[in-house]
């Protein structure tokens, strides 16, 4: 079963529960991949479904911390909520010994040698490791490994 297709299952299932914030996620997210594959011409892959749902948590994770600043715990708590219901679709995530390991695999592979380089590994990097570790996270430790050389 693709991806797209167990979101819809689940979105399906939410509706008979009567679950209306499971509903709401989950009905927002099918709407952000309609309009990525009407973008694109064709329905989209795995892969791809798995980066608009990273795309919706990043959201949801800005939206917290700008919640938070702005003193309103409750809109906090509702994207928290929000976002554990989006991580469920999410592969599981690399561990800071994986992550390292494969930033040390894409060095090798690309043979990076400095900093000026870190747009090699990147490009090395991420598709492999796509919805399974925050791309922010990803540039940082990048960059100390890479200064490190």
């Given at each position: 079963?693709?991806?797209?297709?167990?979101?819809?299952?689940?979105?399906?299932?939410?509706?008979?529960?009567?679950?209306?914030?499971?509903?709401?996620?989950?009905?927002?997210?099918?709407?952000?991949?309609?309009?990525?594959?009407?973008?694109?011409?064709?329905?989209?892959?795995?892969?791809?479904?798995?980066?608009?749902?990273?795309?919706?948590?990043?959201?949801?994770?800005?939206?917290?911390?700008?919640?938070?600043?702005?003193?309103?715990?409750?809109?906090?708590?509702?994207?928290?909520?929000?976002?554990?219901?989006?991580?469920?679709?999410?592969?599981?995530?690399?561990?800071?010994?994986?992550?390292?390991?494969?930033?040390?695999?894409?060095?090798?592979?690309?043979?990076?040698?400095?900093?000026?380089?870190?747009?090699?590994?990147?490009?090395?990097?991420?598709?492999?490791?796509?919805?399974?570790?925050?791309?922010?996270?990803?540039?940082?430790?990048?960059?100390?490994?890479?200064?490190?050389r």
């Amino acid at each position: 079963m693709s991806l797209a297709d167990r979101l819809f299952s689940e979105q399906q299932r939410a509706m008979k529960e009567g679950d209306k914030m499971r509903l709401s996620v989950l009905r927002l997210l099918r709407a952000v991949i309609k309009n990525r594959e009407v973008e694109k011409g064709r329905p989209l892959d795995d892969t791809e479904v798995i980066q608009a749902i990273s795309s919706s948590c990043k959201q949801r994770r800005e939206a917290i911390v700008q919640y938070r600043q702005g003193k309103r715990e409750d809109l906090a708590k509702k994207e928290e909520t929000e976002l554990k219901i989006l991580e469920e679709f999410l592969p599981p995530q690399l561990s800071e010994e994986e992550l390292f390991s494969k930033i040390q695999e894409a060095i090798r592979a690309t043979e990076a040698a400095s900093i000026k380089d870190m747009g090699k590994v990147m490009a090395h990097l991420m598709p492999q490791i796509s919805g399974r570790v925050d791309g922010k996270l990803v540039s940082e430790r990048v960059k100390e490994t890479l200064l490190k050389r």
